[in-house]
Nanobody, 123 residues
Framework: QVQLVESGGGLVQAGGSLRLSCAAS????????MGWFRQAPGKEREFVAA????????NYADSVKGRFTLSRDNTRNTVYLQMNSLKPEDTAVYYC????????????????WGQGTQVTVSS
């Protein structure tokens, strides 16, 4: 099992920045591709970004490319989602996810999910 704990959500004005963190524990070697999904009120959950085990490969949803940056610190088993130039449409609950393969994460079927952290962007 892998446990994921998110932090860093909050309220920010449009154009501002936030950084989300996700700390993994447990059998992390079984699910070392990590990423984020988000779900806005009344909408389906959607993929945001993912990073492979060594941080050399990252993938982003088109809606966040150029604004969000995903990185990881394997010494801390933690990934960081730096969110810049935030827009009201970025408002959502953000979920940290993990799986063994990138394709599994991007395909919307990660093995592990965190509890989520709220991000609210005011206009």
């Amino acid at each position: 099992q892998v446990q994921l704990v998110e932090s860093g959500g909050g309220l920010v004005q449009a154009g501002g920045s936030l950084r989300l963190s996700c700390a993994a524990s447990g059998r992390t070697f079984t699910a070392n591709t990590m990423g984020w999904f988000r779900q806005a009120p009344g909408k389906e959950r959607e993929f945001v970004a993912a990073i492979n085990w060594n941080g050399r490969t990252t993938n982003y949803a088109d809606s966040v490319k150029g604004r969000f940056t995903l990185s990881r610190d394997n010494t801390r088993n933690t990934v960081y989602l730096q969110m810049n130039s935030l827009k009201p449409e970025d408002t959502a609950v953000y979920y940290c996810v993990a799986a063994l393969a990138m394709s599994t994460v991007q395909g919307g079927r990660p093995d592990y999910w965190g509890q989520g952290t709220q991000v609210t962007v005011s206009s």
